[in-house]
């Protein structure tokens, strides 16, 4: 999402964190229920992102189509996000989707920043599982099953997962809407992180880290990063060099490798 698209999206955020924050995950449900009907109705989305169309016949439509069937906070969201405006009809969705998401993160800040970060690890936890099995990759992206036998299993593999978790792998494996599921929920851990005002670190190590290790680590590239980062720890035996760290889309350059380096040494004691 680029250019006004982008902008609409930062601006209702910041205009919609009361309602977002205290709808909890009924807030968020809701929300996640209109996808299918943005996703499948071209037709509907454009004239909700036509600019030539008054922001309150946008509204008209929204609530002609969900009045009684969403609450009042999931309706004032889908109004203020139809009365911004948007680069490209898909992106309407998106923001009705990432909305939804921040809802959850929000039901789990409740507990304070411990609920953030015991929701974020949950996220990485799913997403570790599903990219380390074929056989699960496979179940939960069967088309011939029904969707909500794949949310079933998918909640499963969430062993005793917060109720926020669940929903999202549910939401995930059920209407992925053209993603891969476990793409999808390492975009929801990378949101929640975000309300943690943290990044998440891909870090790929030869041999598991004890816990001082990832201690020592996670402050190294603190002070390289120039903020707190979250650490989503990978092994993989055949890593030349010990260790690897992409956070988002940057590339570790020569620079910062050598500092990776200096890392290495010092979490070696």
């Known amino acids: 999402m680029a250019g006004a698209s982008s902008d609409s999206l930062a601006a209702a955020r910041q205009a919609l964190e009361p309602t977002l924050a ?14 299918d009907v943005l996703d499948e109705n071209g037709p ?14 946008r509204s008209g439509v929204l609530r002609s189509l969900f009045s009684g069937r969403l609450s009042e906070q999931a309706l004032q969201v889908l109004t203020d996000l139809a009365g911004r405006r948007w680069s490209g009809e898909r992106d309407f969705g998106d923001a009705v989707e990432q909305l939804a998401g921040t809802a959850v993160a929000a039901s789990a800040e409740r507990d304070g920043l411990s609920g ?28 011939q099953a029904p969707a909500q036998s794949r949310g079933n299993l998918a909640e499963r593999l969430t062993g005793n997962g917060s109720e926020e978790v669940r929903l999202l792998v549910r939401q ?15 975009r ?13 670190a891909d870090v790929t190590v030869a041999r598991p880290l004890s816990d001082e290790q990832q201690r020592r680590l996670a402050e190294g590239l603190r002070r390289t990063f120039g903020r707190d980062l979250k650490l989503d720890v990978t092994v993989d035996p055949a890593l030349v060099g010990g260790v690897r760290v992409k956070v988002g889309d940057d590339v570790v350059d020569s620079t910062v490798a050598t500092r990776l ?3 290495q040494r010092k979490m070696a004691g």
């Open 22 to 35: 205290s709808g909890g995950l009924q807030l968020a449900r809701d929300l996640f229920s209109t996808l």
């Open 44 to 57: 509907l989305r454009r004239a909700l992102t036509d600019p030539s169309w008054t922001v309150e016949r």
């Open 116 to 143: 953030l970060d015991r929701l974020s690890q949950e996220l990485l936890s799913f997403h570790h599982v599903v990219e380390e099995s074929h056989e699960v990759q496979r179940a939960i992206t069967d088309q």
């Open 172 to 186: 995930a494996v059920e209407n992925p809407r053209g993603h891969k599921p476990a793409e999808l929920v390492r």
């Open 188 to 200: 929801f851990a990378a949101a929640v992180a975000g309300r943690q005002r943290q990044w998440i």
């Open 261 to 263: 380096h200096d890392l």
